[in-house]
């Protein structure tokens, strides 16, 4: 059973800072579900721990905001950054690698948290480190 919330996605400090409305567009929300469905909720029942989202959708001015990539999978709803409380971004990347959960990147960002994507179809299984 699906237990994310698409506002847990959407949630942006630097949007609410700054007054900006991050609101997906439809095909944003089309590539959050997939995200959700096929990557997000099996990684949180592999890991069984709370999962916390600490960077979800961002439009392209928040995206700018806090310096993401112009090409950002954040900004097609393809992506999330997160965090579990008492394991390190390596440990949770070797777990998920080794499950048989589908996945676009998975990064280790500066050893502070996991950035995961998702895009049906295509796919890369690619794991890099910042
Ligand atoms: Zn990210």
Redesign the pocket.
Known sequence: MLNFKISELIYSETAVKNNINNMPDINSLDNMLNLIYYCLQPVRELLNAPMIIT?GYRNQIVNRLVG?VNS???TKGQ???FVIKGMTPSQIISIIKTSKIEFDQL?N?YDKWV?ISYNKGKNRAQILKY
């Open positions: 960077s993401g950002s999978q954040h992506a999330v950054d990064i960002e950035h």
